[in-house]
């Protein structure tokens, strides 16, 4: 199987899709095992011919299948901790660091490069149906991100609301906003408003 070469946030990505952390009512993206592996081919460049395998693996398994879903969601939780501390500049926690350690451990070897057209990518092992296998490129991002966090700057939105992490790669490094036209906009809509009853 091949893995393109993966965006360096999309652990990023991966903790994002449950959105509005700090609000009453998150709103989840991932419901069951057929949405992680959409997500997984769309966002992570997963062939749909692996996708087809698990998808075939799991309709008999359903038990399985739910099992391997809620491990996913449960490293999802972990990266998504670990980077909200990272942001903060506080330790990641050891629960987490050995949950991602351990996955990685796990997960397929990018030892391979093969070329793909005039591109290129990591050639990997059959995946297996496990949270190391699925989430591969996930994981590997993650690692790679733990180890470059000092060089880069990961932030998580102000709004205490959303809480979404990004890479901040604006020019001044102020950035404090997932996305200025959501985010950014209802901050600067309140504060105006503010204002206005202030007068």
């Not at 996955?103 to 050639?123: C, K, M, N, Q, T």
């Amino acid at each position: 199987m091949l893995i393109p070469a993966i965006r360096e946030d999309l652990c990023l990505n991966y903790a994002n899709t449950l959105s509005w952390r700090g609000s009453e009512t998150p709103a989840e993206t991932l419901h069951d095992l057929a949405d992680l592996l959409g997500w997984i081919e769309r966002s992570a460049g997963m062939g749909a011919g692996a996708a087809r395998e698990i998808r075939q693996w799991s309709r008999d398994r359903h038990r399985k299948a739910a099992k391997l879903f809620a491990a996913a969601i449960a490293m999802r939780e972990a990266i998504f901790r670990i980077f909200a501390a990272v942001a903060v500049g506080e330790p990641i926690g050891d629960q987490d660091f050995v949950a991602l350690q351990t996955a990685l451990a796990e997960a397929p070897a990018r030892s391979r490069l093969a070329r793909v057209d005039s591109r290129y990518a990591w050639r990997i092992e059959h995946l297996r149906p496990s949270v190391p296998g699925l989430l591969a490129p996930v994981l590997w991002s993650a690692g790679d991100l733990v180890l470059n966090a000092g060089h880069r700057r990961i932030r998580q939105c102000a709004n205490e609301k959303c809480l979404w992490l990004f890479l901040d790669e604006s020019k001044s490094g102020t950035r404090r906003w997932c996305d200025m036209t959501s985010c950014g906009n209802r901050a600067k809509a309140r504060r105006h408003y503010s204002k206005m009853m202030q007068r």
